[in-house]
Antibody, heavy 118, light 110 residues
Framework: QVQLQESGPGLVKPSETLSLTCTVS????????WSWIRQPPGKGLEWIGY???????NYSPSLKSRVTISVDTSKNQFSLRLISVTAADTAVYYC????????????WGQGTRVTVSS | QSALTQPASVSGSPGQSITISCTGT?????????VSWYQQHPGKAPKLMIY???DRPSGVSNRFSGSKSGNTASLTISGLQAEDEADYYC??????????FGGGTKLTVL
């Protein structure tokens, strides 16, 4: 059974860079898409973007200028990097496996809370 | 890129059926059959309930069904149970090759 686990700092200062890693266990990263989704406190889900196992990416237009998602299949990990963060980036960040042919996330991590504050 | 429109809340009594709508445009929900639905209990990760508008993953109860008419997709839960109380989100492909979630609907089982 494939499992996903997010890791990274729970607190980031304003204007700095948020970096998270998702470790995939129990299965291969190929040939799947791997995605990041976030959820601000008390609000709905927001799609951030995804990376294919080959490294190609697709990002939300609203975050595209600040976000990078990368993959390292040798480590069974993919990562999120969000620059110039503000309090509006405070959220629970989820990693998930995305099945493009179905347009659906079939596997999710448990989520990790990131707070942007000085 | 605006979120798809869902009612903020719906409610129903045990045993009843409810429907949650997800309204977009011809550039997303109406133009493609890539609509999925997720159930999220408080403090938990979302769970896939419906994909490709109306298909159910293995293990999801057949009380959950999906459909689409025009620019509106719908999730119907029949035989409502207490455990169905959760937030529900729709998700769709868009014409600019990106993806978007609905704003979410809180289901209360009375």
């Amino acid at each position: 059974q494939v499992q996903l686990q997010e890791s990274g700092p729970g607190l980031v200062k304003p204007s700095e860079t948020l970096s998270l890693t998702c470790t995939v266990s129990g299965g291969s990263m190929s040939p799947y898409f791997w995605s990041w989704i976030r959820q601000p406190p008390g609000k709905g889900l927001e799609w951030i973007g995804y990376v294919y196992s080959s490294g190609s990416t697709n990002y939300s237009p609203s975050l595209k200028s600040r976000v990078t998602i990368s993959v390292d299949t040798s480590k069974n990990q993919f990562s999120l990097r969000l620059i110039s963060v503000t309090a509006a980036d405070t959220a629970v960040y989820y990693c998930a496996r995305f099945i493009l042919m179905s347009g659906a996330f079939d596997m999710w991590g448990q989520g990790t809370r990131v707070t942007v504050s000085s | 890129q605006s979120a798809l429109t869902q009612p903020a809340s719906v409610s129903g009594s045990p045993g009843q059926s409810i429907t949650i709508s997800c309204t977009g445009t011809g550039g997303d929900v109406g133009g493609y059959n890539y609509v999925s639905w997720y159930q999220q209990h408080p403090g938990k990760a979302p769970k896939l309930m419906i994909y490709d508008v109306s298909d159910r993953p293995s293990g999801v109860s057949n009380r959950f069904s999906g459909s689409k008419s025009g620019n509106t997709a719908s999730l119907t839960i029949s035989g409502l149970q207490a455990e169905d109380e959760a937030d529900y989100y729709c998700y769709s492909y868009t014409s600019i090759s990106t993806w978007v979630f609905g704003g979410g609907t809180k289901l209360t089982v009375l």
